[in-house]
Protein backbone atom coordinates (compact mmCIF):
# COMPACT_ATOMS: atom_id res chain seq x y z
CA UNK A 1 0.00 0.00 0.00
CA UNK A 2 1.14 3.34 -0.59
CA UNK A 3 1.72 5.67 2.90
CA UNK A 4 -1.98 7.73 1.57
CA UNK A 5 -3.58 4.52 2.19
CA UNK A 6 -2.37 4.00 5.46
CA UNK A 7 -4.44 5.89 7.96
CA UNK A 8 -7.22 4.48 5.68
CA UNK A 9 -6.31 0.81 6.45
CA UNK A 10 -5.78 1.22 9.80
CA UNK A 11 -9.96 1.94 10.22
CA UNK A 12 -10.41 -1.59 8.17
CA UNK A 13 -7.43 -3.58 9.78
CA UNK A 14 -4.80 -3.98 11.53
CA UNK A 15 -1.06 -6.24 10.65
CA UNK A 16 1.32 -7.17 13.40
CA UNK A 17 4.27 -6.03 11.47
CA UNK A 18 4.67 -2.84 9.29
CA UNK A 19 7.60 -2.62 6.76
CA UNK A 20 8.46 1.14 5.82
CA UNK A 21 10.45 1.39 2.90
CA UNK A 22 11.05 4.17 0.29
CA UNK A 23 13.55 6.95 -0.47
CA UNK A 24 11.42 9.56 0.66
CA UNK A 25 12.56 10.27 4.33
CA UNK A 26 9.61 12.51 5.23
CA UNK A 27 6.36 10.04 3.96
CA UNK A 28 8.71 7.14 6.10
CA UNK A 29 8.40 9.75 9.00
CA UNK A 30 5.03 10.55 8.82
CA UNK A 31 4.09 6.57 8.53
CA UNK A 32 5.99 5.55 11.45
CA UNK A 33 4.19 8.69 13.37
CA UNK A 34 0.89 7.74 12.19
CA UNK A 35 1.45 4.28 13.94
CA UNK A 36 2.59 5.40 17.00
CA UNK A 37 -0.14 7.89 17.23
CA UNK A 38 -2.69 5.23 16.22
CA UNK A 39 -1.59 2.72 18.46
CA UNK A 40 0.22 4.25 21.61
CA UNK A 41 -0.32 6.05 24.84
CA UNK A 42 2.91 6.09 26.85
CA UNK A 43 6.09 5.93 24.79
CA UNK A 44 8.18 5.98 27.34
CA UNK A 45 6.47 3.14 28.82
CA UNK A 46 5.57 0.94 25.82
CA UNK A 47 8.40 1.88 22.65
CA UNK A 48 11.47 0.33 21.96
CA UNK A 49 13.97 1.78 19.79
CA UNK A 50 16.44 -1.03 18.02
CA UNK A 51 19.30 -0.40 14.94
CA UNK A 52 19.13 -3.24 12.30
CA UNK A 53 22.55 -4.03 12.73
CA UNK A 54 21.69 -4.92 16.62
CA UNK A 55 19.01 -6.48 15.55
CA UNK A 56 21.20 -8.80 13.00
CA UNK A 57 23.57 -9.28 15.86
CA UNK A 58 21.11 -10.26 18.69
CA UNK A 59 17.47 -10.96 17.32
CA UNK A 60 16.53 -12.71 20.45
CA UNK A 61 16.16 -9.03 22.27
CA UNK A 62 13.62 -7.48 19.74
CA UNK A 63 11.47 -10.27 20.22
CA UNK A 64 12.06 -10.07 23.82
CA UNK A 65 10.78 -6.52 23.19
CA UNK A 66 7.67 -7.72 21.53
CA UNK A 67 6.58 -10.75 23.87
CA UNK A 68 6.31 -7.84 26.51
CA UNK A 69 2.51 -6.95 27.32
CA UNK A 70 2.09 -2.62 27.07
CA UNK A 71 1.35 -0.95 30.25
CA UNK A 72 -1.36 1.87 29.77
CA UNK A 73 -1.17 1.62 26.03
CA UNK A 74 -3.26 -0.63 23.41
CA UNK A 75 0.35 -1.91 22.05
CA UNK A 76 3.68 -2.20 22.52
CA UNK A 77 5.89 -0.42 19.82
CA UNK A 78 9.01 -1.83 18.38
CA UNK A 79 10.26 0.42 16.03
CA UNK A 80 13.42 -1.10 14.07
CA UNK A 81 15.77 0.96 11.29
CA UNK A 82 17.78 0.00 8.43
CA UNK A 83 17.02 -3.52 8.93
CA UNK A 84 17.83 -4.99 6.00
CA UNK A 85 18.10 -9.23 7.07
CA UNK A 86 19.22 -12.20 4.55
CA UNK A 87 16.98 -14.96 4.05
CA UNK A 88 19.38 -16.85 6.08
CA UNK A 89 19.37 -13.98 9.15
CA UNK A 90 15.26 -14.64 9.28
CA UNK A 91 15.43 -18.45 9.68
CA UNK A 92 16.83 -17.66 13.53
CA UNK A 93 14.48 -19.45 15.32
CA UNK A 94 13.22 -16.77 17.33
CA UNK A 95 12.13 -14.53 14.59
CA UNK A 96 10.73 -17.72 13.11
CA UNK A 97 8.45 -17.94 15.69
CA UNK A 98 7.76 -14.74 16.04
CA UNK A 99 6.47 -14.32 12.46
CA UNK A 100 4.45 -17.16 12.64
CA UNK A 101 2.52 -16.18 15.68
CA UNK A 102 2.97 -12.48 16.17
CA UNK A 103 1.76 -10.99 19.21
CA UNK A 104 -1.42 -9.23 19.31
CA UNK A 105 -0.71 -6.64 21.94
CA UNK A 106 2.64 -5.55 20.00
CA UNK A 107 3.32 -3.42 16.82
CA UNK A 108 6.59 -4.09 15.09
CA UNK A 109 7.48 -1.82 12.47
CA UNK A 110 10.67 -1.53 10.29
CA UNK A 111 12.00 1.10 8.73
CA UNK A 112 14.34 1.15 5.76
CA UNK A 113 15.44 3.08 2.93
CA UNK A 114 15.50 0.44 1.00
CA UNK A 115 13.75 -2.40 -0.46
CA UNK A 116 14.20 -5.45 1.99
CA UNK A 117 12.77 -8.81 -0.13
CA UNK A 118 13.31 -10.97 2.24
CA UNK A 119 10.93 -9.06 4.66
CA UNK A 120 7.90 -8.95 1.89
CA UNK A 121 7.65 -12.47 1.94
CA UNK A 122 6.60 -13.18 5.61
CA UNK A 123 2.74 -13.28 5.49
CA UNK A 124 2.21 -11.32 8.95
CA UNK A 125 4.59 -7.72 6.94
CA UNK A 126 2.36 -5.63 5.62
CA UNK A 127 4.87 -2.99 3.13
CA UNK A 128 3.95 0.55 3.32
CA UNK A 129 5.80 2.36 0.34
CA UNK A 130 6.89 5.47 0.78
CA UNK A 131 8.81 6.18 -2.16
CA UNK A 132 8.48 9.55 -4.57
CA UNK A 133 5.53 11.30 -4.32
CA UNK A 134 2.98 11.66 -7.49
CA UNK A 135 2.14 15.56 -8.31
CA UNK A 136 -1.25 15.35 -6.72
CA UNK A 137 0.01 14.02 -3.72
CA UNK A 138 2.95 16.68 -3.12
CA UNK A 139 -0.09 19.54 -4.27
CA UNK A 140 -2.75 18.51 -1.68
CA UNK A 141 -0.41 18.30 0.80
CA UNK A 142 0.68 22.26 0.34
CA UNK A 143 -2.99 22.96 -0.11
CA UNK A 144 -3.78 21.56 3.47
CA UNK A 145 -0.61 22.70 5.14
CA UNK A 146 -1.48 26.60 3.48
CA UNK A 147 -5.06 25.81 4.39
CA UNK A 148 -4.74 25.16 8.00
CA UNK A 149 -2.28 28.45 8.22
CA UNK A 150 -4.93 30.59 6.69
CA UNK A 151 -3.30 30.62 3.45
CA UNK A 152 -4.43 30.36 0.31
CA UNK A 153 -2.72 28.76 -2.82
CA UNK A 154 -4.08 28.07 -6.71
CA UNK A 155 -3.66 25.32 -8.01
CA UNK A 156 -1.31 26.00 -10.91
CA UNK A 157 0.98 27.84 -8.16
CA UNK A 158 0.83 24.58 -5.63
CA UNK A 159 2.50 22.37 -8.99
CA UNK A 160 4.57 25.08 -9.39
CA UNK A 161 6.06 24.96 -6.31
CA UNK A 162 5.80 20.98 -5.89
CA UNK A 163 7.72 21.00 -9.13
CA UNK A 164 10.47 22.96 -7.45
Known sequence: MRMEELKTSLASSVSPVYLIEGEDAYLREVAVKTLKDRFLTSPELNLNLFEGSYVKSSPDEMVDALMQYPFMSEKRVVVVRDYNPSATDLKNKALVNYFANPVETSLLIIV??????????????????????????????????LKRNSLVITTKNAELLAEY
Open 112 to 145: NNTASEPLKKINCVTVVDCGKANLATVVRYIQGT
